[in-house]
């Protein structure tokens, strides 16, 4: 074996001395010509900073993969694609992509999406063109929007400065910002496939929406939702002003107890919602029930009963002081 850098991984094939060292990771140290043994030191967790001295012949080599290109690094990740953590295992959404191809992931149930290492997280779904997208040309780098996509997902797009759409293959474009709802805008449930209005938007971007046939506006999250129609009826029209998206917020706090509340719920699904809305008001009822146990006068059973014992203690003494004056005086007469 030729004679190996310092900092080559190495596999410790054997160790006489530390044989809980045997199969485990480490970098080359210093060589000992005298020897003829390498300074092994540990890479594993469980014994970092521990070393061992071992012959070539009780090394293997390991080969270490090459450095991720960054141009394919950047490709494999766009805004909206759906992404799970390689060791956590939670899943979430691309927000951003950096310059490095790393990105920038608000994972489900969080408030905030956070800059992340792309080594930490693989794609499970590529995100697709929908209407209102801000998307770029990838060779052209010009911006523009989405106004329609045609079955085969392949959008028509309106270029900044231009005046017509043009229809262009998904391939040339890439995804630079998702559309955010606005209020009045059609939607429509992925899963469910029924329609509704955008009633208001809060903080985190996530709509208010009234299903069509139903009275209750629920708070849901925008990836449960697709955009169909602007408010007024223009369609592919550019994406709500910020002034708009405030003005139709409502307290942030608020909105995220209710949103952790339905995390799991679909948008299809509406029979979760009446059963907890009657357990809901069953409860209320209950309350109403112990609060109607009150007399007239504000008094509660308890609270009556007490003043009914006061008011006999009370007669109770009147009587005694009664019978002790009529005692008192028969004693003066004697």
Not at 11 to 32: H, Q
Not at 108 to 134: L, P
Not at 155 to 168: S, T, Y
Not at 291 to 312: D, P, T
Request: a neutral charge.
């Amino acid at each position: 074996m030729p004679k190996l850098k310092e900092g080559t991984p190495v596999k410790i094939l054997r160790c006489e001395v530390r044989p809980e060292f045997n199969d485990k990771m480490a970098e080359i140290g210093n060589f000992s010509e005298k020897d003829d043994t390498y300074e092994v030191w540990l890479t594993d967790d469980a014994f970092e900073g521990s070393y061992a001295v071992c012959k070539p012949d009780d090394l293997e080599v390991v080969d270490t993969p090459a450095e991720p290109d960054i141009a394919s690094t950047m490709a494999a990740f766009g805004v909206g694609d759906r992404v799970r953590g390689k060791e956590t295992g939670a899943e979430g959404i691309v927000t951003a992509v950096d310059a490095d191809g790393d990105p920038k992931v608000q994972i489900d149930g969080e408030d905030e999406s956070v800059q992340r290492f792309g080594k930490e997280f693989e794609v499970i779904q590529k995100a697709t063109f929908g209407i209102g997208d801000r998307v770029m040309g990838k060779e052209t780098g010009s911006h523009g929007t989405v106004v329609s996509v045609d079955e085969d997902g392949d959008p028509k797009v309106i270029l900044d400065g231009e005046a017509e759409p043009l229809q262009r293959f998904a391939k040339e474009f890439e995804i630079v910002e998702k559309f955010s709802f606005g209020i009045g805008d059609r939607v429509r449930g992925k899963e469910s496939g029924k329609m509704g209005t955008v009633t208001s938007i809060d903080a985190d971007g996530d709509p208010k929406v009234q299903m069509d046939g139903e009275s209750e506006t629920l708070q849901r999250y925008a990836k449960e939702f697709e955009f169909v129609e602007k408010a007024g009826g223009k369609k592919g029209d550019k994406r709500k002003s910020k002034s708009s998206s405030s003005s139709g917020s409502e307290s942030s706090s608020e909105e995220k107890k209710k949103k952790k509340k339905k995390r799991k719920r679909s948008s299809s699904s509406t029979s979760d919602t009446r059963s907890r809305m009657v357990k809901k008001r069953k409860e209320e009822r209950r309350r109403d029930k112990e609060i109607s146990k009150k007399s007239a006068f504000g008094m509660s059973v308890l609270e009556k009963k007490e003043e009914e014992k006061r008011k006999i203690r009370m007669l109770q003494k009147k009587s005694d002081d009664g019978a002790n004056a009529a005692l008192r005086h028969l004693r003066g007469d004697l």
